[in-house]
């Protein structure tokens, strides 16, 4: 359960989903990478839902492995744009185990050895719904 250190790379990365209706994972997490999300860029051509931002990874709080993490929630009208601009970041990796939340449980957040990857993707709920994303985001690669 070694903590990745030493040299890596560090790279700018944007990805591009036309016409989504249905939901779309923006960013998948590989073990020992740690995701920096710039923004996501959402535009509604056609929307009938409401549309969440969800993170897919390990519950600190419960100690429970692919767990749902509501970041946001919007309601856009037929050619609104949103932008979330608020950085922020997650590891690729689940750490081992199922622990609450504590110090050793730091060092295995960090050392990411779980076998479950860690997912940003943008949920919405009709077939009929069209909307344009851009996501954009720094990967750290610390193997």
């Known amino acids: 359960m070694a903590i990745p250190s030493g040299s890596g790379t560090e790279t700018l990365h944007s990805h591009l989903f036309e016409n989504t209706n249905a939901a779309q994972t923006l960013i998948l997490g590989v073990q020992h990478h740690v995701y920096t999300v710039l923004s996501v860029i959402m535009h509604a051509n056609a929307i009938d839902n409401l549309v ?21 929630q ?52 009709s077939g009929s719904d069209d909307i344009d994303i851009t996501v954009t985001y720094i990967d750290q690669d610390w193997t």
């Open 52 to 72: 969440y931002l969800n993170l897919y990874g390990h519950d600190g709080h419960g100690g429970l492995s692919g767990r749902k993490i509501r970041l946001a």
């Open 74 to 125: 919007f309601a856009p009208q037929v050619g609104d744009t949103f932008v979330w601009g608020d950085k922020f970041s997650f590891n690729g990796y689940e750490p081992t185990g199922t622990n609450v939340f504590s110090a050793a449980e730091q060092i295995q957040i960090a050392a990411q050895s779980g076998g479950t990857a860690q997912y940003l993707q943008f949920e919405h709920g």
